[in-house]
């Protein structure tokens, strides 16, 4: 199997989060979050923080697709793959810290695919 089809996979499946967390997560959780009475300064750090995974997991979707195009930058899949690993550790300690069930926590799986695709891709 050719290593960009894992490097493809990968940015494909952030991309798609991407999406899902601008369109959806907005109707879903930012909406709701905005309305809720707490402290201003919390409130907008949160809503910046919800912006900021954004951001990062469009880096993460670029940073494969350029480790698909130029295979011979190996680099890319690594910083890739290594961002993708720390938002699925970031997650799991946040949910063990909380008490809260590894399952909710949708970063977990997804980002775990994209970590072993990343990883496939490297060591391919």
Do not use: Q
């Not at 494969?64 to 930058?73: G, K, L």
């Not at 993708?84 to 799986?109: E, M, N, Q, W």
């Amino acid at each position: 199997m050719s290593t960009t089809l894992f490097y493809w996979a990968a940015a494909l499946i952030c991309y798609a989060t991407v999406l899902i967390h601008i369109f959806a997560g907005g109707r879903v959780f930012v909406r709701p979050f905005m309305g809720v009475e707490m402290e201003p300064n919390l409130k907008w750090m949160a809503y910046y923080s919800w912006h900021i995974a954004t951001i990062i997991i469009a880096v993460v979707a670029l940073g494969y697709t350029a480790a698909a195009i130029w295979s011979a930058r190996l680099d890319y899949a690594i910083v890739s793959t290594g961002i993708a690993f720390s938002l699925v550790a970031l997650a799991i300690g946040v949910a063990v810290k909380a008490k809260l069930p590894l399952r909710t926590f949708p970063i977990i799986p997804l980002f775990g695919l994209v970590v072993v695709l990343g990883l496939a891709g490297i060591w391919v």
